[in-house]
């Protein structure tokens, strides 16, 4: 009976068949490969067709069919497998090349992290198979390890892998359509646990800011020290350029490109925040005799901006362990939420958040621009433990 996948995975030592002549070699060692048995010039040969791992059964068959009919049209097999195996690339050589076909039109720094996940969880796996050898066993070696370590990890390999292999079947390298559908059915199911960054509960915060406004300023103090009184993400604060303010009118206009929700985010900004912010201008024209537009908030060289452990560095230095920098975000929320009476939607605005009903968010014109003004003033003056006016 003809060989099944089954089979390939578990045969014992020994030579099985599978039709036609073609064969599946398992060592005592353990090691399988394929072997195709045929006449040749009056004598029988066998010719190999790769390792097991690295070749499956159906593209051993059609390895062997076309290797069969090339020796019935008088060709040298051997030479047409050498010319086979160099124009059959690897799995990395295609990635990278599917890679370089479509980061044009990425606008944000996703292509890095699409890269990165390769680089670290699938070519050291199957990167040097050739392309027409990936199929879904290969594909759950490399799913299985972080399956249920990072979940949302795995899930956008196994995406991108999918993308890679229509990549390549588009351009002739694989001649079928590889459906991964039949992948996570290998696997065990994910339960999805919910975990929250910490937060520092919003009464304690105060205190902290007056901590950190003792401190000799630093670029990972100062970029959390604006990160508080906004509100924004850190990454939004980070890579903060000068252009982006406009501190006549206290307001900060985060570009579409750098938002989560790819929306333009107006930010007023509070009496507090802009005395922060041209104390900052003022460091930064006595360092580099210049404030160009596109020069960074916080950066070292002024060409990179700093990273998020600078400023979760400057937390851990105050001893403070049960609080993220992303937190302080709930923090700023669960304020509003006790303190004041300003509406839901309001602060939602203020955090940038996504307006999850559809129907309300076609219909909703508002940015509740003046009303966030005065929330952000509120907020920043209880973080100051300035008096209310």
């Known amino acids: 009976m003809p060989l099944t996948t089954l089979k390939v995975r578990h045969a014992g030592p020994g030579r099985h068949a599978d039709s036609h002549g073609l064969y599946l070699l398992v060592r005592d060692s353990g090691t399988r490969s394929w072997v195709l048995r045929m006449q040749h010039e009056g004598q029988r040969r066998d010719f ?76 050291p796996k199957i990167g040097t198979k050739t392309v027409t050898a990936i199929d879904g066993a290969a594909v759950l070696a490399v ?25 390549a079947h588009i351009k002739g390298l694989v001649p079928e359509e590889v459906s991964l559908r039949s992948v996570m059915r290998g696997l065990p199911r994910q339960t999805r646990k919910v975990t929250h960054r910490a937060a520092m509960p ?63 985010h107006i930010v007023p900004l509070a009496p507090a925040a802009v005395t922060l912010l041209r104390a900052l201008r003022t460091r930064h024209l006595e360092l580099h005799g210049e404030v160009k537009s596109e020069s960074l908030l916080f950066s070292a060289r002024d060409d990179k901006p700093i990273s998020d452990m600078t400023m979760l560095k400057v937390l851990r230095d105050m001893m403070i362990s049960n609080a993220t920098v992303h937190g302080f975000r709930s923090t700023f929320a669960d304020w509003a939420a006790e303190s004041t009476r300003v509406p839901k939607e309001v602060v939602e605005r203020a955090l940038a958040h996504q307006i999850p009903n559809a129907v309300e968010a076609a219909y909703r014109r508002t940015d509740f621009f003046d009303k966030r003004r005065g929330l952000m003033i509120s907020w920043a003056r209880f973080l100051m433990k300035w008096p209310a006016r």
């Open 143 to 167: 799913l299985e390890p972080i399956w249920l370590t990072r979940p949302d990890t795995a899930k956008r390999v196994l995406q991108r892998i999918g993308t890679v292999l229509d990549y």
């Open 202 to 264: 919003y009464v304690e915060a105060p205190a902290f800011m007056e901590a950190l406004m003792l401190l000799p300023p630093t670029l990972g103090r100062d970029a959390l020290k604006l990160t508080m009184l906004t509100a924004v993400r850190s990454g939004e604060a980070r890579r903060a350029m000068w252009g982006e303010f406009d501190l006549t009118k206290a307001v900060w206009s985060i570009p579409a490109s750098r938002m989560k929700m790819k929306e333009v």
């Open 48 to 123: 190999g067709l790769g390792a097991a791992h690295d070749v499956p059964l159906s593209e051993a068959r059609i390895l062997a069919a076309n290797l069969r009919k090339a020796v019935r049209s008088g060709a040298d097999p051997s030479a047409k497998r050498r010319d086979a195996r160099k124009l059959t690339p690897n799995f990395e050589r295609v990635t990278r090349d599917c890679y370089d076909a479509m980061k044009g039109g990425w606008k944000d720094q996703r292509h890095v992290s699409w890269l990165a996940s390769f680089e670290r969880h699938v070519f």
